[in-house]
């Protein structure tokens, strides 16, 4: 399996509040994404990353910010989280952008009440 | 309609073949992926098609694709028990783009 760690796994937080999800990889690969998982929508791009400090936004940014400041970390952050931010988040690595094999992480489940 | 269209659910009996089947809108798509998804886990993925090919075996496993229709297939030879699962249609626009776009999901029953 590739090596990515998602963390933490599971969290439970308030409206409001601030959430930080990290991405970490040991594969060295240089793109790295952030997705969520929702019932009826499958998985929708967040972000991505192709490099460090180099990002873009996906399909469902807002709400959403994330940095990469090395090539192993990845990481998603929810400013103000809100009940509809209430999802399951992968990660995701790939070697080049194109055509190639993207490893998933185990997910984190993300509960804002 | 959605950009990748899938049917939510299929039940197959154990040792029969699958077919699960995928539709795109998006003519443009270069490679296309089947990727599985088993309970409390991430994504595997378990082939892909660049759009250029018609088919693609491998093992158990054979992708179809039809470019004119945009219609994408996975048959799955002697459906096990362990293949149960939910299976996930996903294409990669143009050459450069990173951003993959998904189909909803076919959950996958196999009765013993």
């Known amino acids: 399996d590739a090596g990515i760690t998602q963390s933490p796994r599971h969290k439970v937080t308030e409206t409001g509040t601030p959430v930080t999800l990290r991405c970490h990889q040991t594969?060295?690969?240089?793109?790295m994404y952030w997705y969520r998982q929702d019932p009826g929508h499958g998985l929708r791009l967040i972000h991505y990353?192709?490099?460090?400090?180099?990002?873009d936004k996906g399909e469902v940014s807002d709400g959403y910010s994330v940095s990469r400041s090395k090539t192993e970390d990845f990481l998603l952050t929810l400013e103000s989280a809100t009940s509809s931010q209430t999802s399951v988040y992968f990660c995701?690595?790939?070697?080049?952008?194109?055509?190639?094999?993207?490893?998933f992480g185990q997910g984190t489940r993300l509960t804002v009440v | 309609g959605e950009d990748v269209e899938q049917s939510l659910f299929l039940s197959v009996r154990e040792g029969d073949s699958s077919v699960i089947n995928c539709t795109y809108t998006?003519?443009?798509?270069?490679?296309l992926y089947w990727y599985k998804q088993e309970p409390g886990a991430g994504l595997q993925l378990l082939t892909y098609?660049?759009?250029?090919?018609d088919m693609k075996q491998d093992q158990r496993l054979t992708v179809l694709l039809n470019k004119k229709d945009k219609h994408l297939s996975l048959r799955i030879a002697d459906t096990q028990t362990g293949d149960s699962a939910i299976y996930f249609c996903?294409?990669?626009?143009?050459?450069?783009?990173?951003?993959?776009?998904f189909g909803k999901g076919t959950k996958l029953s196999v009765i013993p």
């Open positions: 996903a294409r990669q626009s143009g050459a450069g783009s990173y951003q993959l776009t």
């Open positions: 998006d003519s443009s798509s270069t490679y």
């Open positions: 990353s192709y490099g460090v400090k180099d990002t």
């Open positions: 594969e060295n690969h240089r793109y």
């Open positions: 098609i660049f759009s250029n090919m």
């Open positions: 995701a690595i790939s070697e080049s952008g194109g055509g190639t094999e993207a490893f």
